[in-house]
């Protein structure tokens, strides 16, 4: 349980910490240049295009951290979230119009799949667990179908005034249930 709440701290005390940088371009993640900083599988989370991008995202991350803390995930959940970090990053390379990235939403996406999953699959005492994580895998599913990043893997938006990657979503969301569907099954025999 305090190791979910520990991994979301760090990534917001990370995504923090890059902002006051002035949220360096060494740390975002280039389609074309990644294989020569590999670092930025993980570190173009953590980097972000303006205080409201930094501001939503970090909203978002908290209410997932607390979810998960109020739902009880397991290390297990915690390992999954962990491992689907910078393959979601990965994932982006599927789509070639991605030429790059930077923000927490992929990642949330990743978290928000691994506590659905997790909680579908193992809801442990609390009762509650189980439509929780039922309506976390359904509310990300239709916001992903809204999206349809597969058609519009980059989309301008005015409001944000930058293109939003919706791709890293769709791409954070994969990563977050496969890594999360493999740690339920481990924690439901284990």
């Keep these: ?20 940088m002035g949220n360096p371009t060494a740390l975002r993640w280039v389609a074309g240049s990644w294989t020569d900083a590999p670092w930025t599988l993980w570190t173009a989370s953590l980097v972000h295009l303006s ?3 930094l501001g939503a995202n ?5 209410g997932l951290a607390l979810l998960g803390h109020a739902l009880r995930l397991e290390h297990a959940a915690t ?5 689907a970090w910078p393959l979601g990053t990965v994932g982006l390379l599927g789509w070639p119009q991605v030429t790059g990235y930077s923000g927490l939403s992929g990642l949330n996406h990743a978290a ?8 579908a699959m193992n809801p442990g005492p609390a009762r509650w667990a189980r439509p929780i994580g039922l309506a976390l895998l359904a ?9 349809q990043a597969v058609a519009h ?8 005034g930058f293109p939003v990657v919706q791709a890293a979503h769709l791409s954070g ?14 924690a439901r025999r284990h």
């Design 1 to 20: 349980m305090r190791s979910w709440l520990a991994l979301c701290a760090a990534l917001g005390a990370g995504s923090a910490l890059t902002g006051a």
């Design 51 to 53: 205080g409201s991008h």
């Design 58 to 62: 970090l909203l978002a991350l908290a």
């Design 79 to 83: 390992l999954a979230l962990a491992v």
């Design 112 to 119: 928000a799949l691994v506590a659905g999953l997790f909680c």
């Design 139 to 147: 509310g990300t599913g239709l916001k992903l179908w809204l999206e």
């Design 153 to 160: 893997p980059v989309r301008f938006d005015p409001g944000w």
């Design 173 to 186: 969301a994969l990563a977050g249930a496969a890594c999360g569907g493999a740690a339920a099954l481990w």
